[in-house]
């Protein structure tokens, strides 16, 4: 047990900020995996928006509907097709892709649903990740990442670049992304994606449907 | 049970009588020119409906809720029960801080139409004949008692409610008023509840009645002209429902096989369990306070009620374009009206772009749950309505000053 991807999950809320400022004001929301309802409420705080939210845990929601939020329980694997076309401005995937089960499908969801859609992950291509694996030859595992790899709810980890090439598989564009290293520090936008691959932490995508 | 339900209550059936057309609280008149148009094809002139208030509406008449009273409920939600004498029954969630602030919120809580108290129902006199309507009063449906109480609302200057709240029958009317006057209601609570009644709901709304209209004393409905009322039939009807209101669960920790009174078992058809002595009360109490016909008609309005089949049968045209903001409640251990009902609302609601939040409270205490004092219901219910509240405008509740902490 190391704390070596600590660096990656330490700012694990980084991206709400960054989020919050790709958020057009005023526009409607859908924040899948909204937990509490963190980032709901700055949106609405800051942004003026008109939000909803699913999350799976019973627990989130209670707190985010005695939060006065409009959240609902639900599965983003299961519970995105109830939703019309192109019904929100913004459907957003902050720190959930991970654990979707059907990852491919709820990307192709979520553009369906939203004319944009944002997403921001954990990069599992950071060096750190690469070095835990390579000289432990262990799945890494830490305290924010508790998880042992047969009973962690994360089930689709990706890299970056593998973001990347399944973005562009489900034809979206990739409109904006943001990087951030273990500081919470943003990475010069005009990187390489190989650089921000290895030492990135964080990524942002605000993506667009075809 | 011969001995246990033929209790003398004379005076307490001649004080619901009397309650019937001159309710112990607020009451609206209707006269011939304002006719309830029913449903069924019917309208009914003069009419009337019982209410009550709670708080102080504003200048602005914007900061109005309506809570709606589930099968046997009243509108002394928050009041004493003039028939019964106990406190009101959600007296926990309505009143000065309390989840819903009637130091903030002006409330609004009308018997139902079919009721028995104080709101035209079948026990009210008849205006044509000097006697009880009994069964002369047609069918009325759940789309009925929200239509007579929006007259009360229009009656009270009130344009758009901040909130209408209700669970179970409640929860069908907070629906209701959702569908039909989406410009009228900012928010809303729907708690333990469907946008259709079930076919097992049905069923055992059935069993209800059919127990009263098997009473002798139930005479096709007259009994009123006669001075009987059919108690055994009634009493038995609230029995079987009473069960559907609990859970396998809250049965088996409160009562068990316990015993009632006795160390072994009689061999004989007393109450020899805690069970059925308990079940026995509830019949007999119920009795005293609610009329049988009553009983008939608001059990017939949910078994009525299908807000889909109303609207092509898909669900989220009844809500098109709603910008009211939903909060629906359910319970894990209700199965009079189990989560999957909520979640199809939810579903419906989604489809058609409304603003819903959707909480499933734990709780083992069955659909019974949300009269009883559940934190996290209340703790909810706080929440929704603050939020609301704050984009509605209205200003929170004048803070505690020196002198009113004292």
């Given at each position: 047990m190391t704390d070596l991807l600590d660096p990656i999950l330490s700012d694990v809320r980084v991206d709400l900020k960054e989020i919050a400022a790709l958020v057009e004001p005023g526009s409607r929301v859908l924040d899948i995996g909204c937990g509490d309802?963190?980032?709901?409420?700055?949106?609405?705080?800051t942004r003026d928006v008109d939000g909803r939210g699913i999350e799976?845990?019973?627990?989130?929601?209670?707190?985010?509907?005695?939060?006065?939020?409009?959240?609902?329980?639900?599965?983003?694997?299961?519970d995105l097709y109830q939703y019309p076309d192109q019904s929100f401005?913004?459907?957003?995937?902050?720190?959930?892709?991970?654990?979707?089960?059907?990852?491919?499908?709820?990307?192709?969801?979520?553009?369906?649903?939203?004319?944009?859609?944002?997403?921001s992950l954990p990069n599992f291509g950071h060096y750190d990740v690469r070095l835990q694996l390579m000289l432990r030859g262990r799945m890494p595992v830490s305290k924010r990442l508790p998880y042992s790899w047969y009973d962690t709810p994360n089930i689709h980890f990706c890299t970056i670049r593998d973001f990347v090439e399944l973005s562009q598989e489900v034809g979206a564009t990739v409109e904006k992304a943001l990087a951030f290293n273990g500081a919470a520090k943003k990475l010069p936008f005009n990187a390489p994606w190989w650089v921000w691959n290895l030492i990135a932490t964080q990524a942002v995508f605000l993506l667009s449907g075809r | 049970m011969q001995d246990t339900l033929e209790t003398d209550t004379d005076a307490q059936e001649n004080l619901r009588q009397r309650e019937a057309d001159h309710p112990t609280s607020l009451v609206m008149r209707f006269g011939m020119e304002s006719p309830l148009q029913l449903d069924g094809g019917a309208s009914i002139a003069p009419w009337q409906i019982a209410y009550q208030t709670y708080g102080t509406l504003n200048a602005d008449k914007t900061n109005a809720i309506l809570v709606c009273h589930a099968l046997t409920g009243d509108q002394?939600?928050?009041?004493?029960?003039?028939?019964?004498?106990?406190?009101?029954?959600?007296?926990?969630?309505?009143?000065?801080?309390?989840?819903?602030?009637?130091?903030?919120?002006?409330?609004?809580?009308?018997?139902?139409?079919?009721g028995c108290l104080g709101t035209t129902g079948p026990a009210s006199t008849n205006p044509a004949t000097g006697k009880p309507y009994g069964l002369d009063l047609p069918v009325v449906t759940i789309p009925d008692m929200v239509r007579a109480q929006a007259a009360l609302v229009s009656a009270l200057g009130i344009d758009r409610l901040f909130a209408v709240i209700g669970g179970?029958?409640?929860?069908?009317?907070?629906?209701?008023?959702?569908?039909?006057?989406?410009?009228?209601?900012?928010?809303?609570?729907?708690?333990?509840?469907?946008?259709?009644?079930s076919s097992q709901n049905i069923a055992f709304h059935e069993v209800g009645r059919q127990a009263v209209m098997a009473d002798p004393d139930w005479l096709a409905g007259h009994y009123l002209d006669d001075g009987r009322n059919p108690r055994k039939g009634l009493a038995?009807?609230?029995?079987?429902?009473?069960?559907?209101?609990?859970?396998?669960?809250?049965?088996?920790?409160?009562?068990?096989?316990?015993?009632?009174?006795?160390?072994?078992?009689?061999?004989?058809?007393?109450?020899?369990?805690?069970?059925?002595?308990?079940?026995?009360?509830?019949g007999m109490t119920f009795v005293d306070r609610f009329?049988?016909?009553?009983?008939?008609?608001?059990?017939?309005?949910?078994?009525?009620?299908?807000?889909?089949?109303?609207?092509?049968?898909?669900l989220a045209n009844a809500f098109r374009a709603s910008k009211t903001r939903f909060c629906l409640i359910s319970f894990t251990s209700d199965w009079l009206f189990p989560t999957s009902e909520s979640r199809a609302v939810v579903h419906a609601l989604n489809a058609s772009g409304a603003s819903v939040s959707f909480v499933e409270i734990d709780s083992d205490r069955g659909h019974d749950s949300f009269l009883l004092d559940i934190p996290e219901q209340y703790r909810i219910i706080r929440g929704f309505l603050t939020g609301a509240a704050r984009s509605a405008g209205i200003p929170g509740p004048t803070p505690f000053s020196e002198e009113s902490a004292r």
């Open positions: 309802g963190d980032l709901l409420e700055l949106l609405t705080r799976l845990s019973q627990r989130g929601v209670n707190d985010a509907v005695a939060r006065g939020l409009s959240v609902i329980q639900g599965d983003a694997d299961s401005d913004y459907v957003i995937l902050s720190q959930t892709i991970q654990a979707t089960r059907n990852t491919k499908l709820v990307l192709q969801e979520m553009l369906r649903i939203g004319r944009r859609v944002i997403v | 002394h939600v928050a009041s004493v029960n003039p028939v019964t004498g106990k406190p009101g029954w959600w007296s926990q969630m309505v009143g000065p801080g309390n989840p819903i602030d009637t130091e903030r919120f002006f409330v609004i809580c009308s018997n139902v139409l079919g179970s029958m409640g929860g069908m009317q907070v629906l209701q008023w959702a569908s039909a006057y989406p410009d009228r209601v900012f928010s809303c609570v729907a708690i333990a509840t469907s946008y259709r009644h038995v009807a609230r029995m079987a429902a009473h069960i559907t209101y609990m859970s396998e669960q809250s049965l088996h920790q409160k009562f068990g096989r316990n015993l009632q009174d006795r160390e072994r078992l009689t061999f004989g058809f007393d109450a020899d369990f805690q069970i059925e002595s308990y079940l026995r009360h509830q009329d049988a016909n009553s009983y008939l008609y608001v059990t017939r309005a949910m078994d009525y009620f299908d807000l889909a089949a109303a609207h092509g049968g898909v």
